[in-house]
T-cell receptor
Framework: GDSVTQMEGPVTLSEEAFLTINCTYT??????LFWYVQYPGEGLQLLLK?????DKGSNKGFEATYRKETTSFHLEKGSVQVSDSAVYFC??????????????FGKGTLLTVNP | DAGVTQSPTHLIKTRGQQVTLRCSPKSGHDTVSWYQQALGQGPQFIFQYYEEEERQRGNFPDRFSGHQFPNYSSELNVNALLLGDSALYLC???????????FGPGTRLLVL
């Protein structure tokens, strides 16, 4: 079945540092790729997505590029803020006739940003 | 515009009991998916409903069942609860086949 490998956390950075969270996936076919963020005590929020190879998803200063050749979708941000502290999940998703995406989540990467 | 809502927010049950969780999708969304998130883990896909039918199912036993109503809201039922069913249950809605999923705040279930 499909699977996701995310870099082990926790990741601790100082404010304004550069962020990279690695994500690689194994999936049959050509999934769409998503990053979700979960703030403490809350549900998941969609951060960004890419639906085909070489697409770049971006939102709130975060970016990720769909790399089919390396089956990767690494998350980056040039300058993190304390408010970015959260758990980040990478998730490939495939849909089939008559249905929406079935998302496969990694274990998540806890990011802590210190002032 | 209200987002995805779930009820109740918290629930405590004992082993062997049955539980029903509810979800109202975001306005304009017709597809509902359910996920189970154990503590410290990523969410795991349970099943997905569209047009009142189960369209996809993850690796969960038949104790887990669901329903979707004509107004697109959905219920998740779990029978014969086990201690291992303790988790955060997340509902996600989406508009049609290609739309991204938007998650609700979840229902935290504790089985004693």
């Amino acid at each position: 079945g499909d699977s996701v490998t995310q870099m082990e956390g926790p990741v601790t950075l100082s404010e304004e540092a550069f962020l990279t969270i690695n994500c690689t996936y194994t999936a049959t076919g050509y999934p769409s790729l998503f990053w979700y963020v979960q703030y403490p005590g809350e549900g998941l929020q969609l951060l960004l997505k890419a639906t085909k190879a070489d697409d770049k998803g971006s939102n709130k200063g975060f970016e990720a590029t769909y790399r089919k050749e390396t089956t990767s979708f690494h998350l980056e941000k040039g300058s993190v803020q304390v408010s970015d502290s959260a758990v980040y999940f990478c998730a490939p998703g495939k849909n089939s006739g008559g249905s929406n995406y079935k998302l496969t989540f990694g274990k998540g990467t806890l990011l802590t940003v210190n002032p | 515009d209200a987002g995805v809502t779930q009820s109740p927010t918290h629930l405590i049950k004992t082993r062997g009991q049955q539980v029903t969780l509810r979800c109202s999708p975001k306005s304009g969304h017709d597809t509902v998916s359910w996920y189970q998130q154990a503590l410290g883990q990523g969410p795991q896909f349970i099943f997905q409903y569209y047009e009142e039918e189960e369209r996809q199912r993850g690796n969960f036993p038949d104790r887990f069942s669901g329903h979707q109503f004509p107004n697109y809201s959905s219920e998740l039922n779990v029978n014969a609860l086990l201690l291992g069913d303790s988790a955060l249950y997340l509902c996600a809605s989406s508009p049609g086949q290609d739309g991204a999923q938007y998650f609700g705040p979840g229902t935290r279930l504790l089985v004693l």
